[in-house]
């Protein structure tokens, strides 16, 4: 299976982006998908999940009210709504399917994983 993260760029605090991930090659099941980032120096981190059959999300404390996460099942993409982004949202960010329940937030859990978009916020 193949993942593509797109959408990333240099937007100034306060702007807004969208992400894209869409996923081709091997069909199987998903339980969820997810977003996270990982800023230079700093490790890998959650940011917001979706499951895949029933479109409940799951998001990080400093992104809620801010990101939205959603899915368009038919076309097999999700998608990241990042608004009022502020300096400390820059990172680069990494898209993952996880075939199977469990943890969130846990990157170990996840199956497979996009090669990331870099979302840089002005100040």
């Known amino acids: 299976v193949q993942l593509q993260a797109s959408g990333g760029g240099l937007v100034q605090a306060g702007g807004f982006l969208r992400l894209s991930c869409a996923a081709s090659?091997?069909?199987?099941?998903?339980?969820?998908r997810g977003w996270f980032r990982q800023a230079p120096g700093k490790e890998r981190e959650f940011v917001a999940a979706i499951e895949w059959t029933t479109s409940n999300t799951v998001y990080t404390d400093s992104v809620k009210g801010r990101f939205a996460i959603s899915r368009d099942y038919a076309k097999s993409t999700m998608y990241l709504q990042m608004n009022s982004l502020k300096p400390e949202d820059t990172a680069v960010y990494y898209c993952a399917i996880r075939r199977f329940s469990g943890a969130f937030s846990t990157p170990d859990q996840y199956d497979y994983w996009g090669r990331g978009t870099q979302v840089t916020v002005s100040s």
């Open positions: 090659g091997r069909t199987f099941s998903t339980y969820a």
